[in-house]
């Protein structure tokens, strides 16, 4: 039996530098408040619980004051920002420099929009922090498309600005951007750029993933794959395993591997999401070589 971990998976730079952030702050037994998930990885969350990092939600940050704050990579909206301002609170930002880019484009195009009495359109999903980042430079009036149906929110007579959750599927967002433009067409007649203005703001980092992805799983006889149930760059990146080779199971830790999914001269790939920390695919990795002895038999 073969294993082998996809060197071109485990975390992207924006969470590897909050993680970092985190440790740093706690390396002198102090707890760390951290405004959210500091990533959509349980395993990862649970360890640096016990390293003295404590999860809070907006509802908690409200209440707390004289404190120190981790902002996740994710980014977030000028409200927390205020709100930390009011209660003496020191935020240590973590914001992830690509998401910051994009939020500070989002608020020039939001602004321009308002002239013109123009939408911001995010292809995202609703509710994910990063998006409510976004939408927050938008005073909350982003229109958040997913999926086809999420189309219908927009008025296809007035200008439209469209962006990316940094962290989605470049090919869902060109998907979107041609229904948009048909859409345009359709209910004014022509398309103009002043009709319609899309940015690929998806994180370079992440998309590239997706060719190399391809290509390891296309190795393998079964495809492990390693994410939080949380994690939109998870799901994304699975997909593109399981199209490419429908012996890709997703999985939390090594407690979710079935036994009888592999055989004893299968080749294993283990890959994971950009929230996926190399610790846990090693992990994965021993336990699969401690259970030959068992499938061979």
């Known amino acids: 039996m073969k294993v082998e971990i996809d060197q071109n998976s485990g975390y992207c730079f924006g969470v590897e530098f909050a993680i ?16 959210g998930d500091i990533v959509h990885n349980d395993m990862e969350v649970e360890r640096l619980y016990n390293k003295g990092l404590r999860t809070i939600t907006h509802e908690d940050l409200a209440n707390i004051k004289d404190s120190k704050v981790l902002i996740r990579a994710h980014g977030e909206p000028p409200e927390t920002y205020k709100l930390a301002i009011e209660n003496n609170l020191e935020l240590i930002d973590a914001s992830c420099p690509v998401v910051l880019k994009l939020q500070n484009r989002i608020k ?7 002239e013109v009495e123009g939408q911001i ?8 922090a990063e998006v409510v980042g ?30 990316s959750q940094t962290t989605k599927s470049t090919k869902g967002f060109y998907h979107i951007k041609q229904l948009i433009e048909e859409r345009i067409a359709e209910a004014k007649g022509s398309l103009t750029d ?17 060719p190399k992805m391809l290509e390891f799983s296309s190795r393998h006889n079964v495809i492990l794959f390693v994410a939080g149930k949380k994690s939109s760059n998870g799901r994304a990146l699975y997909e593109v395993c399981l199209q490419n080779n429908p012996r890709s199971y997703y999985i939390q830790s090594e407690k979710e591997i079935d036994l009888s999914w592999i055989k004893s001269d299968d080749s294993i790939g283990i890959c994971g999401a950009t929230s996926t920390p190399g610790w846990l695919m ?16």
Not at 121 to 128: A, L
Not at 154 to 163: C, E, G
Not at 194 to 210: P, T
Not at 284 to 289: G, M, N, S, T
Request: include cysteine.
């Open 108 to 114: 020039h195009s939001y602004d321009k929009s308002e």
């Open 134 to 163: 976004l939408t927050g430079q938008t005073r909350n009036t982003a229109i958040i498309v997913t999926t086809e149906a999420d189309l219908e929110k927009i008025d296809f007579t007035r200008p439209v600005t469209l962006y």
């Open 121 to 128: 359109v995010i292809y995202g999903k609703d509710g994910h």
């Open 194 to 210: 002043e009709d319609f203005n899309a940015n690929d703001s998806i994180c370079r980092q992440v998309s590239n993933r997706e």
């Open 282 to 297: 090693a992990q994965i990795k021993d336990f699969l070589l401690s259970k030959e002895p068992v499938l061979q038999g």
């Open 20 to 35: 970092q952030m985190a440790e740093d702050e706690m390396a002198d037994g102090n707890h760390l408040y951290c405004l």
